[in-house]
């Protein structure tokens, strides 16, 4: 079965700290890694996402390292704010199979 | 922007209702999808569809239907709602199964 394992399950940084939230997979097939961003009461929105071609993508305070040998990738939150508080999913999919979804890691940024 | 709206924001039902919940995009988008979302188990695929009058199950489609009788709207019916139904309910769409648009959910309480 497929499957995406994501920990921790919540996390709680300080202010200006780094957030740091991993993923793992078995399925080699997958080439398409995304992390979504949900705040509370709004639908989950696309954040960043990468392909194993690169190891590493970075969009402003957030990166994604990538891990094709061990199966898993990360989610780097660099200056963590307030505003960040939420709940980060990470997912995977194959070629045009659908999104398997991790389970979920609630942040806090406490100020 | 991706629009992609939900019927109602919060529903209460009672055992053995029928019930829809409804969801209309405005990009033109092929794909569309109704996930549920419960705490500590993450976004979990109920049914998608590729196209009109297509329809696919997901990896939890016991319980449930859908209908796209037009490409914008994409709706989930419980055809007999019982207390374990009770969830937040979310629909997406997606031009291609990268990038998928959610709405912001219907959270649904089944008495």
């Known amino acids: 079965q497929q499957q995406v394992k994501q920990s921790p399950q919540s996390l709680i940084v300080q202010k200006g700290g780094i957030s740091i939230i991993n993923c793992a997979y078995e399925?080699?097939?997958?080439?398409?890694f995304p992390w979504y961003q949900q705040f509370p009461g709004k639908g989950p929105a696309l954040l960043i996402a990468?392909?194993?071609?690169?190891s590493e993508k970075k969009e402003g305070r957030f990166t994604i390292s990538f891990n094709k040998s061990a199966k898993q990738f990360s989610l780097h939150i660099m200056d963590s704010q307030p505003g960040d508080s939420a709940t980060y999913f990470c997912?995977?999919?194959?070629?045009?199979?659908?999104?398997?979804f991790g389970k979920g890691t609630m942040l806090l940024v406490s100020p | 922007d991706v629009k992609v709206t939900q019927s109602s924001r919060y529903l209460v039902k009672r055992t053995g209702e029928k019930v829809f919940l409804e969801c209309v995009q405005d990009?033109?988008?092929?794909?569309m999808f109704w996930y549920r979302q419960d705490p500590g188990l993450g976004l979990r695929l109920i049914y998608f569809?590729?196209?009109?009058?297509?329809?696919e199950k997901g990896d939890i489609p016991e319980g449930y239907s859908v209908s796209r009788e037009k490409k914008e709207r994409f709706s989930l019916i419980l055809e007999s709602a019982s207390t374990n139904q009770t969830s937040m309910y979310l629909c997406?769409?997606?031009?291609?199964?990268?990038?998928?648009?959610f709405g912001p959910g219907t959270r649904l309480t089944v008495l």
């Open positions: 399925n080699t097939a997958f080439d398409y």
């Open positions: 997912a995977a999919s194959a070629g045009y199979s659908t999104l398997t």
């Open positions: 990009m033109d988008h092929e794909n």
């Open positions: 990468i392909r194993p071609d690169v």
């Open positions: 997406a769409s997606s031009t291609d199964t990268d990038t998928q648009y």
């Open positions: 569809s590729y196209d009109v009058k297509m329809k």
